[in-house]
């Protein structure tokens, strides 16, 4: 596991074994002892960009500057099965790319998701859980 996720980190955020993970914004500057923790608890890769089918979750890296947040998440949340969720990773305040809680908050309730609180699991990255509302999605 990377330095600071546990299992608990994991369970929290929605990966359990057995699911298809999407990742999206995959970069050098993302931390691999992380992605391969996730890999671990769902018991498989992580699927990358190009993956045509559903999945379980999407893991998406996002730093200030990047593409627009909203689209990002939008995107996002068309390739989830019903009971899906978003794993959203940004840089920790003080490091290059940080975003603001008010503009993750702010581009996941324009996006249709509701925020789950961030988890510390990286020294680097911190995850917000983003699910779409309770209820089937039309």
Known sequence: MSETAGAASFSK????????IQEFGHDDDVDDDLRFSIEDVI????????????????????????DDLVDLMVDGL???????????LTPK?????HVDASDVEEAA???????????????EWAATRLMPPKGPRR
Not at 13 to 20: C, D, E, R, T, V
Not at 109 to 123: C, D, F, H, K, P
Request: charged share 20%; no cysteine; net charge negative.
């Open 13 to 20: 955020l929605g990966f359990a074994n057995g699911q298809i």
């Open 43 to 66: 018991g498989s890769e992580l699927e990358d960009e190009d993956f045509n089918d559903g999945a379980d979750g999407v893991l998406l890296w996002y730093r200030d500057g990047d």
């Open 78 to 88: 068309t390739k989830l099965f019903d009971q899906g969720f978003i794993v959203l």
């Open 93 to 97: 305040a003080g490091r290059p790319g």
């Open 109 to 123: 309730s324009t996006a249709g998701l509701v925020t789950g609180g961030q988890v510390n699991v990286a020294r």
